[in-house]
C-alpha cells in the first residue's frame, strides 16, 4: 500500500524535529565538558595581594574600662569604752537617725548626759588622759586638736596646761561644759595656794624684821638675814608645789567621751543603741560620707593605675567625672575606690547601690599622632620596629618608633629620614 503525500509530509517534519533537538543537546554537553588544565585553572588560589589601611592622625588614650558596684565609702562600726565611768552607760540623748552624718568635732551621741565627741583618728582612745600623761595617744590629740584649730602649745607626746587649754576649746565649740578634774587635785591646788599664801606671808615676816634690825644699825643682821633667804626659799617650794598641782588638776579628756574614727565625716548606716538603753559594745555603723564605686581588677590593672586619676562614671549615659580615691589588695584582687567629683541629688539616687560603667585613662597622648593598626607593626631584623608601606605597587620597610598603644592603634614617629604620612597605606595582613 503505497503512503499517501500527506503522511510523506509528516514523517519528514518529525525526523527533523528530533535531528534539531539531539543537535541542541549535543552543543549544550559540549559547553559543560572542561579540560583538566581548565579546570585546575579555575579552582587555583588568586594571587596574594597585600591588605592595607591609610596611616591616621588621631589622639590615642589608654584606660582602663570596667564595671563596679556603687555604695558608701568604708563602713566601719563604732564602740565607745565606757569602763572609765563609774554608773552604768545609759543612753541619754543625741541618738542619730539612720542617714544623718556624723561630722568631727561634734557629739554623736550622750550617755549619762556628757556627750561622745567623734575624732578623725587612728588610734582608738583607751584610757583616759589628763596632764601629765604622755604617749603616742597624746601626739594624736594634740594633732587633731591643732588640725581644728584649737591651739595645743608645741605638738608633742605630753598632755600639759595647754593641752588642757585646747581640750577646753573643743567641748566649748561642740556646746557642752569641759569635764572637771578629780575632786582630790582640786582639793590639792587649793591647799597649795593656801601654802603659798603662807610662805608669802612668812617672808614678809622675815623682811620686815631684817628691815627693823637694819634700823636699829644691829651690828649683826646675819640672823634675819637668814631668815628672809630662807623664807624666800620655801615660797618659790610653794610656788613649784602650786604650779604642779595646777597643772594636774588641768581639764582631762575622759575615755568615754572621744571616739576615734579613721576618716570623718561619715555617714551613719545603722543604730545599735536608743534613748534609755544601755550601751554595750557597737552604738552605731557608718560608712563614709561620700558614695563611691568600687572597681576590681587583677593585679597588672591595679598596676597601672594610681591613686588621683580622673575616671567617669557612666550613669545612664551620662558620663559623671570622678577621680581613684585608693587602691587596696583584696585577696587575690585589687578594689580600685574611684569617687564621683559631685552629684546632684538625682544622681545621687540613681546611683546609690547601682552597678555602673568606669572609665579610668591610664595615658594618652599630647594631641593628634601618626597612628597604624598594631597588627601594622613588625620586628626587624635587628630588633627594631618597623611597618610596610605600600608606594606605586611597591612595599617600603619604614623604621619606626612605637609609642603608646590604646584601642587597636599604636602611635608611630618615623626613624632618621624615613618618610611617613598621613594616608599612607601600611600593610597590615595578606
Same mark, same amino acid.
Request: charged residues 25%; aromatic residues 2%; neutral net charge.
Given at each position: 500500500?503505497?503512503?499517501?503525500?500527506?503522511?510523506?509530509?509528516?514523517?519528514?517534519?518529525?525526523?527533523?524535529?528530533?535531528?534539531?533537538?539531539?543537535?541542541?543537546?549535543?552543543?549544550?554537553?559540549?559547553?559543560?565538558?572542561?579540560?583538566?588544565?581548565?579546570?585546575?585553572?579555575?579552582?587555583?588560589?588568586?594571587?596574594?595581594?597585600?591588605?592595607?589601611?591609610?596611616?591616621?592622625?588621631?589622639?590615642?588614650?589608654?584606660?582602663?574600662?570596667?564595671?563596679?558596684?556603687?555604695?558608701?565609702?568604708?563602713?566601719?562600726?563604732?564602740?565607745?569604752?565606757?569602763?572609765?565611768?563609774?554608773?552604768?552607760?545609759?543612753?541619754?540623748?543625741?541618738?542619730?537617725?539612720?542617714?544623718?552624718?556624723?561630722?568631727?568635732?561634734?557629739?554623736?551621741?550622750?550617755?549619762?548626759?556628757?556627750?561622745?565627741?567623734?575624732?578623725?583618728?587612728?588610734?582608738?582612745?583607751?584610757?583616759?588622759?589628763?596632764?601629765?600623761?604622755?604617749?603616742?595617744?597624746?601626739?594624736?590629740?594634740?594633732?587633731?586638736?591643732?588640725?581644728?584649730?584649737?591651739?595645743?602649745?608645741?605638738?608633742?607626746?605630753?598632755?600639759?596646761?595647754?593641752?588642757?587649754?585646747?581640750?577646753?576649746?573643743?567641748?566649748?565649740?561642740?556646746?557642752?561644759?569641759?569635764?572637771?578634774?578629780?575632786?582630790?587635785?582640786?582639793?590639792?591646788?587649793?591647799?597649795?595656794?593656801?601654802?603659798?599664801?603662807?610662805?608669802?606671808?612668812?617672808?614678809?615676816?622675815?623682811?620686815?624684821?631684817?628691815?627693823?634690825?637694819?634700823?636699829?644699825?644691829?651690828?649683826?643682821?646675819?640672823?634675819?638675814?637668814?631668815?628672809?633667804?630662807?623664807?624666800?626659799?620655801?615660797?618659790?617650794?610653794?610656788?613649784?608645789?602650786?604650779?604642779?598641782?595646777?597643772?594636774?588638776?588641768?581639764?582631762?579628756?575622759?575615755?568615754?567621751?572621744?571616739?576615734?574614727?579613721?576618716?570623718?565625716?561619715?555617714?551613719?548606716?545603722?543604730?545599735?543603741?536608743?534613748?534609755?538603753?544601755?550601751?554595750?559594745?557597737?552604738?552605731?555603723?557608718?560608712? /563614709?560620707? #561620700?558614695? =563611691?564605686? %568600687? $572597681?576590681?581588677?587583677?593585679?597588672?590593672?591595679?598596676?597601672?593605675?594610681?591613686? @588621683? *586619676?580622673? !575616671?567617669?562614671?557612666?550613669?545612664?549615659?551620662?558620663?559623671?567625672?570622678?577621680?581613684?580615691?585608693?587602691?587596696?589588695?583584696?585577696?587575690?584582687?585589687?578594689?580600685?575606690?574611684?569617687?564621683?567629683?559631685?552629684?546632684?541629688?538625682?544622681?545621687?539616687?540613681?546611683?546609690?547601690?547601682?552597678?555602673?560603667?568606669?572609665?579610668?585613662?591610664?595615658?594618652?597622648?599630647?594631641?593628634?599622632?601618626?597612628?597604624?593598626?598594631?597588627?601594622?607593626?613588625?620586628?626587624?631584623?635587628? /630588633?627594631? #620596629?618597623? =611597618?610596610? %608601606? $605600600?608606594?606605586?605597587?611597591?612595599?617600603?620597610?619604614?623604621?619606626?618608633?612605637? @609609642? *603608646?598603644? !590604646?584601642?587597636?592603634?599604636?602611635?608611630?614617629?618615623?626613624?632618621?629620614?624615613?618618610?611617613?604620612?598621613?594616608?599612607?597605606?601600611?600593610?597590615?595582613?595578606?
Amino acid at each position: 500500500m503505497t503512503a499517501s503525500p500527506k503522511s510523506r509530509r509528516r514523517v519528514l517534519v518529525g525526523v527533523s524535529a528530533v535531528a534539531a533537538l539531539s543537535l541542541g543537546v549535543g552543543v549544550a554537553a559540549g559547553t559543560r565538558i572542561t579540560s583538566p588544565e581548565d579546570a585546575a585553572a579555575k579552582t587555583a588560589p588568586p594571587k596574594a595581594s597585600q591588605i592595607t589601611v591609610p596611616v591616621a592622625r588621631k589622639a590615642l588614650s589608654s584606660k582602663v574600662v570596667g564595671r563596679g558596684d556603687a555604695s558608701f565609702d568604708g563602713a566601719v562600726n563604732i564602740r565607745v569604752e565606757t569602763s572609765g565611768l563609774t554608773t552604768p552607760p545609759i543612753v541619754t540623748g543625741k541618738v542619730p537617725a539612720v542617714g544623718s552624718t556624723i561630722t568631727e568635732g561634734k557629739a554623736l551621741l550622750e550617755i549619762t548626759g556628757r556627750p561622745v565627741i567623734g575624732l578623725a583618728g587612728v588610734l582608738p582612745m583607751y584610757r583616759t588622759l589628763s596632764p601629765g600623761s604622755k604617749g603616742p595617744d597624746v601626739l594624736q590629740l594634740e594633732q587633731t586638736l591643732d588640725r581644728l584649730g584649737f591651739d595645743p602649745g608645741d605638738v608633742d607626746d605630753e598632755y600639759d596646761l595647754n593641752t588642757s587649754a585646747a581640750v577646753e576649746q573643743l567641748y566649748e565649740k561642740a556646746g557642752y561644759d569641759a569635764p572637771e578634774p578629780d575632786p582630790q587635785l582640786k582639793q590639792a591646788v587649793d591647799q597649795a595656794k593656801k601654802q603659798v599664801d603662807a610662805a608669802k606671808k612668812q617672808l614678809r615676816q622675815a623682811q620686815s624684821q631684817l628691815k627693823a634690825a637694819k634700823d636699829a644699825k644691829a651690828k649683826d643682821t646675819s640672823v634675819q638675814q637668814g631668815a628672809v633667804d630662807d623664807a624666800e626659799a620655801n615660797l618659790s617650794d610653794a610656788q613649784d608645789a602650786r604650779s604642779e598641782a595646777e597643772t594636774k588638776a588641768g581639764t582631762p579628756l575622759p575615755v568615754s567621751e572621744v571616739v576615734y574614727v579613721k576618716t570623718l565625716p561619715r555617714r551613719v548606716d545603722d543604730v545599735k543603741v536608743e534613748r534609755g538603753g544601755t550601751v554595750n559594745g557597737v552604738v552605731m555603723s557608718a560608712s /563614709g560620707a #561620700s558614695l =563611691v564605686v %568600687v $572597681l576590681k581588677v587583677d593585679a597588672e590593672t591595679a598596676q597601672r593605675l594610681k591613686a @588621683g *586619676l580622673a !575616671a567617669s562614671l557612666d550613669l545612664d549615659g551620662t558620663a559623671i567625672a570622678a577621680k581613684v580615691r585608693r587602691i587596696t589588695k583584696n585577696g587575690n584582687q585589687y578594689d580600685v575606690v574611684v569617687a564621683p567629683n559631685a552629684l546632684t541629688a538625682s544622681q545621687l539616687a540613681l546611683l546609690r547601690d547601682a552597678n555602673v560603667r568606669v572609665t579610668i585613662p591610664v595615658k594618652s597622648t599630647s594631641g593628634k599622632v601618626l597612628a597604624v593598626p598594631v597588627a601594622a607593626v613588625s620586628s626587624g631584623s635587628d /630588633g627594631g #620596629s618597623r =611597618v610596610e %608601606v $605600600l608606594r606605586n605597587g611597591k612595599v617600603e620597610l619604614v623604621p619606626v618608633t612605637v @609609642g *603608646l598603644s !590604646a584601642d587597636g592603634f599604636a602611635q608611630v614617629t618615623p626613624k632618621g629620614d624615613a618618610k611617613l604620612s598621613e594616608g599612607d597605606q601600611v600593610v597590615v595582613g595578606r
